[in-house]
């Protein structure tokens, strides 16, 4: 689905003019910060599908090859959905179109013989390797701008934000 957003965010005064007609107590500051925050936010995924795309990857996927990078004896589906916080039909597609690209397969578990795990293979070590060199200088390059003083407010703010999401409900 394509990701809609402003390509210019109002000004905190056109803010204040256009949503107090809507609702008078609204504050601009608030506003345009998160619509600041989604637009940053809208950017970033959008540069990571492009980035992924070249490597026939979701940013989705991406995570789930990671997951599996670092847990080799393999995890079961419904512990990948709780990881990634998505159900198990969803997880399902996407262990799914992973074996198909035979980034991942079923492996049946060690301790039930009824249930199975999902495992990195050999073409999903690789594939890691090969995207890595690319993506980890991007990463550290977009956060090289702040400092680390920056970075760690930013992370308080973000970590409470993430802590009150349930504000937005």
Known sequence: MAKLFLTTIPSQEELHQT?????????????????????????I????????????????????????????AGLMPSELAQKVGV??????????????????ARETHEKDGRAFV???????????QKLAPEWYPRIMGFWAQLTQEEKTTLNTILEKMSKNMHLLK
């Open 19 to 43: 949503a107090c007609q809507i609702f008078p107590e609204a504050e601009p500051l608030s506003l345009y910060s998160n619509l600041l925050f989604r637009k940053v936010a809208t950017d």
């Open 118 to 128: 999902i495992k990195l293979t050999p073409k999903g070590n690789a594939l890691i």
């Open 87 to 104: 159900t198990q039909a969803t997880i399902s597609g996407l262990i799914n179109s992973l074996e198909k690209s035979e980034i991942v």
């Open 45 to 72: 995924e959008i540069n990571y599908d492009n980035f992924f795309a070249q490597f026939d990857l979701s940013p989705g996927r991406f995570t789930l090859i990671m997951l599996l990078k670092k847990n080799p």
